[in-house]
């Protein structure tokens, strides 16, 4: 046992030696964070929009204001026609235009009819959505209150509730993401290039040639890491409680047994890649194409499974982070307990088993 | 070939003087001083972590000293290092020819680097591979070689561009005694054409091939000498002795 | 200048007879830009819907219909309560659960309001939104239907409508994959020019051929030149390969000057050329520069309004978007291709990518020592 600490030791000297990688491991989780928490939103606000206001009467000049007070909104300037949106359109900053057609106020108050025209950039296509919705409520709101007195019969009322969050902030889709990411990015992409640099400079055949276990020296490898990747567990549930105000709904001790196992998974496919490889930059390559991307595509926090075709749908389902992240969301956003989980414990354990097991096959091979 | 050159207004190729490199609290050359003349082979002993790479590295223009003043082939190395990088050759410790580059391809490479003519080129590059006996691999990937080979074409492609100096740094690690004495040849052949060699060495065999040897101990230069007149200064048959008993005092852990 | 031919001459073999650049340079760009359109479809459908109708008039079954037709929305079950209801949310299997009460026609005809519950499962904010708001505007035309079947007229006056069309330019069929593409070709522009510039130098830092070439009299920016130059004529060979591959696979054309584009890149490749030197004058191994180039580029891509757009970000965010290469890229790609901006609308772009380029540059260059 005393071997055994010996060579942990050793690990973790080499990780704490090298600050800059160090920095970046730690660092990593708090700047997905922070980036995810705060800056990616589709929320709409300060958008910038040009009006081209042919009519120029009282109702338009009242519904401009009305534009103009929203948080939503904030006219860049006004244009005369449509040529000029499309001008300001292809410059970028613009997104979005409102079209009055002259005689507009006679239309409405006369003809009780009266129409307006939304143009929208839908190079992105939701946020043009997003946009267009926010646009239409202004414009109806203008309109009930102008029908104020008037009641309308035969209304159906949509009670909407928002479950799990309210306030349809991003946290609550990308904590259990980023999770899922960093923990891959450190035990296999870390894990695999510290065992094939040992190959490549050779130590490795000093400390296979000693007393002590081939097998125990991998894992002696392994268990810095898994204790780094705890920390990061840690760091990010941390931030997303203090900092996102992302509450943990369900039990914390079965989250930390579950981030455990999916630790375990990552280190035994580090490991894997590790024996399979020659040189660290094929570790890399392979880590980074074959692991990370896969992982960012198919887990599910980025990229929706559902719009997939189905073949990457199929494909999905090898990539253990996707259910490390199906159980994230449902332990500490759902608040569900193990029995909404166990089929995802089971695959992540069968996994696991499976790469343990070729893992040993080959390694046995090596040696022989 | 043993006969050195006693100072006798022989042209100087390198002079140091009190030449200092220092890293924080540690002296890693102190005050080192000596003069190397013009077709000299001078040879760089200590005992590993003594400051000899330290010291050649500051030579070479690949550091700059803390203090003292040396000139290179005239040059002086704070001022002047790209003069002084026109006029040396250099081959480190590590192996650093491209070894996804060929044989062929490494040479002109570095020919062309330091300005060779397209003619020059072709024949010098000829003239190398001839000499070293590898036509037939002149195609082949640098890192199929065996490491003596590398070794060869390493201070070969050294001095292509005929420097005035080589400085050599450990050339001959890891590699065969039969290897060895073919590559001490090539040394001596450069070394008649009036190119000054500086090589640092453990092995105390090539100690003696020096015209001219200064052993350093901690950062210092204890000794400098032919390897006669020191193996009779300390009253001693072989340069093992001399240098044992030098390497002794030694404060510096090893490494 | 010569000495730069030597250098190009020896990079270019170099990288050709590296089969895993190779690999890189050719595979990367068309698996990416078939995979990843696919996979990054934000576009919102397929919403599944769980209903509990407690009402089963054929009110509530045209509504019912209605929703199923808009073609966002499957149905995913009937059950009977919304206890059931939310075991289908909590396994995933459920977005929205639609619940009508009792009574529902009869309160309606009788009371002129009724009430309908929603809820939505937020967790994914974006789609939550759209799908509520979808099924919101659904929701209205049905009961626009039925306002206009129930009322008798002269029971009220006419009120004044304001009538909103809308209309979508650029992307008028609204197709995900036609954002997103040009987004990703700026990433692979991205990753060639930074992540390779910046191994490479590194590496021979690593196996110490630098010692060799800084003893040689070879000028500092004659040896910087000559890194870049290759990786620039590589970055565009991608960029090639990519806009070949979004024309064939997406049909994607770029409307505006193709030659617009490409003298934007010509600037862009050398800043972030200038980036991954930079990283690479800092680092010592190879396994550093991977991670800090990691780390940036994934700042950079993230923030680069891939995903979603920079103006919603909060402030601070802002201005660090401001100093990132990235977002200029996807912005110019996505102004030209999709829009067909021209060289007077991407000029201010220009002139900041510039500025990155001879910032980093000098930077590097300054930071690039012979000696120590």
Redesign the interface.
């Known amino acids: 046992m005393t071997q055994f600490t010996t060579f942990i030791k050793k690990e973790f000297y080499h990780v704490l030696r ?1 600050r ?2 160090l920095l ?2 730690f ?2 989780p708090v ?2 964070i922070l ?2 928490g ?11 929009i040009v009006i081209a206001d042919e009519a120029k009467d009282e109702v338009s000049t009242a519904i401009i204001r009305k534009i103009e007070a929203s948080r939503y909104f904030e006219i860049e300037k006004a244009v005369a026609n449509r040529q000029q949106i ?1 001008t300001v ?4 900053k613009v ?1 979005v235009a409102l079209l009055f057609p002259a005689n507009f106020s006679k239309d ?2 006369h003809q ?19 946009l ?2 926010y646009l ?1 409520s202004i ?2 709101d ?2 009930s209150e ?2 104020e007195n ?17 306030q ?3 946290a ?2 990308f904590v259990p993401g980023v999770m899922a990411l960093v923990l891959m990015l450190v035990c296999v992409m870390m894990t695999a ?1 510290s065992i094939v ?1 040992e190959k490549e400079t050779g130590t490795m055949e000093v400390l296979l040639v000693s007393p002590f276990k081939p097998v125990l020296v991998i894992l002696s490898k392994a268990i810095p890491y898994l204790i780094l990747s705890l920390v990061n567990v840690g760091s990010i549930l941390l931030l997303s409680v203090f900092v996102l105000d992302l509450p943990i709904n369900g039990s914390l001790p079965l989250l930390l047994a579950e981030s455990t196992l999916f630790i375990i998974t990552c280190l035994t496919l580090g490991i894997f890649i590790s024996i399979k490889t020659a040189s ?3 570790a ?2 392979i880590s ?2 074959g692991m990370l991307l896969p992982t960012m ?2 887990s599910g926090f ?3 499974i ?4 189905i073949p ?1 749908q199929v494909i999905s389902n090898i990539i253990p982070a996707k259910w490390y992240y ?1 159980i994230v ?2 332990i500490m ?2 608040g ?1 307990g193990f029995e ?1 989980i166990w089929k995802e414990t089971l695959i992540l354990v069968g996994i696991t088993l499976f790469l343990f097991a070729i893992s040993l096959k080959s390694f046995k091979i090596r040696l022989a | 070939m043993e006969n050195h050159k006693n100072g006798r207004g022989e042209e100087v190729s390198i002079r140091a003087d009190k030449l200092t490199k220092q890293y924080g609290d540690f002296i890693a050359a102190n005050a080192i001083s000596f003069e190397v003349y013009k077709g000299e082979i001078f040879g760089f002993l200590g005992a590993n972590g003594a400051g000899k790479t330290t010291a050649m590295r500051m030579l070479c223009g690949l550091s700059t000293p803390s203090s003292g003043s040396a000139t290179i082939a005239g040059f002086d190395v704070y001022k002047e290092t790209e003069e002084i990088k026109k006029n040396i050759g250099y081959m480190s410790q590590k192996f650093s020819l491209y070894e996804d580059l060929t044989i062929l391809e490494n040479i002109r490479f570095y020919g062309g680097i330091y300005g060779l003519s397209r003619g020059e080129l072709r024949e010098k590059s000829a003239a190398l591979i001839a000499r070293l006996g590898l036509q037939g691999e002149a195609n082949k990937l640098v890192a199929s070689l065996p490491l003596g080979w590398k070794q060869k074409l390493a201070f070969s492609v050294a001095v292509l561009h005929q420097p005035r100096i080589v400085f050599l740094d450990e050339p001959t690690g890891g590699v065969d005694p039969v290897t060895r004495r073919q590559f001490w040849d090539l040394i001596y052949q450069a070394a008649d054409q009036g190119v000054t060699i500086f090589v640092t060495t453990h092995y105390m065999d090539e100690a003696e091939y020096c015209n001219r040897i200064s052993i350093m101990v901690d950062g210092s230069i204890a000794a400098l000498d032919t390897p006669h007149r020191l193996k009779q200064q300390f009253g001693v048959a072989s340069m093992d002795e001399v240098f044992y008993q030098l390497a002794r005092e030694a404060k510096r852990a090893d490494g | 200048m010569r000495t730069v031919l030597f250098l190009l001459q020896k990079e270019f073999r170099q990288i050709f007879r590296n089969k ?1 650049i190779l690999a ?1 340079i050719m595979v ?1 760009p068309v698996v990416q830009l078939i ?2 359109p ?9 919403i599944n819907l769980a209903v509990v109708d407690h009402d089963h008039s054929s009110y509530s079954r045209q509504l019912i219909s209605k929703i199923t037709a808009s073609g966002y929305f499957r149905l995913a079950d009937y059950s009977a309560t919304f206890k059931e209801a939310m075991k289908f ?4 299997h459920a977005d929205v659960v639609l619940e009508i009460p009792h009574g529902f026609e009869k309160k ?2 009788r009371e ?19 799908g ?2 979808y ?2 505007q659904i ?1 209205r035309a ?2 626009q239907d ?2 206009l079947e ?2 008798q007229p002269g ?18 069929l ?3 994959k ?2 997103m593409v040009p987004g990703i070709l700026a990433i692979l522009v991205t990753m060639v020019g930074g992540f390779l510039t910046s191994l490479n130098i590194v590496r021979e830092k690593e196996i110490g051929t630098i010692e060799q070439i800084n003893v040689t009299p070879i000028r500092k920016h004659h040896f910087i030149l000559g890194k870049l130059i290759p990786f620039w004529i590589l970055g565009n060979v991608v960029f090639t390969v990519g806009l070949l591959v979004s024309w064939l696979v997406y049909g994607i054309v770029p409307v505006g000057n193709p030659g617009v584009l490409y003298s934007f890149i010509a600037v862009y490749l050398l800043a972030i050329m200038g980036f991954g030197l930079l990283v690479s004058t ?2 010592e ?4 520069a ?3 180039m ?2 940036f580029m ?2 950079f891509i ?2 680069g309004g891939l ?3 920079i ?4 402030d ?2 802002r201005a ?1 978007a401001a100093f990132n290469p990235v977002s200029y890229l996807i ?1 110019v790609m ?2 030209v291709i ?5 060289f007077r ?1 991407i000029l201010p772009h220009l002139g900041i990518i510039a500025g990155f380029a001879v910032v980093l540059n000098s930077w590097a260059i300054l930071n690039y020592k012979k000696t120590t």
């Open positions: 090298d800059k990688t970046i491991l660092g990593m700047v997905q980036i995810f705060f800056a990616l939103t589709n929320e709409v606000k300060n958008s910038k499309e359109f292809k410059e970028g997104k409405l108050l009780n009819k009266a129409q307006v025209q939304i143009l929208a950039d839908a190079t992105d296509p939701n946020h043009a959505t997003a267009t919705n239409s414009l109806q203008y309109q102008l029908n008037q009641a309308i019969p035969y209304r159906i009322v949509p009670e909407t509730r928002m479950l799990y969050n309210p349809l902030k991003g609550h889709n290039i640099k660290q930059q094929t890399m390559l980074l194409m595509l198919f980025m990229f929706p559902e719009n997939m075709p990457l199906l969301k449902d956003i759902k569900l909404a | 895993s890189i990367m995979i990843m696919l996979a990054a479809d934000y576009e919102v459908k397929n949310i909590e396994s995933d309606l005809i002129d309001e009724q009430q309908l519950f929603i809820a939505v499962n937020a967790i994914n904010g974006t789609k939550a939104n759209l509520g708001a099924l919101g929701i049905y009961n039925i306002r129930l009322v029971r009220i006056n006419p009120i004044p409508v304001i009538e909103i069309t809308s209309s979508n330019w650029f992307n008028p609204m197709n995900y036609f954002f800092f680092c191994t190879q396994q550093q991977m991670f800090i990691f780390f994934m700042v993230l923030m995903f979603t757009p103006e919603s970000m909060p601070w965010a660090i912005n996505r102004l999709l829009k067909g901006s021209g609308e």
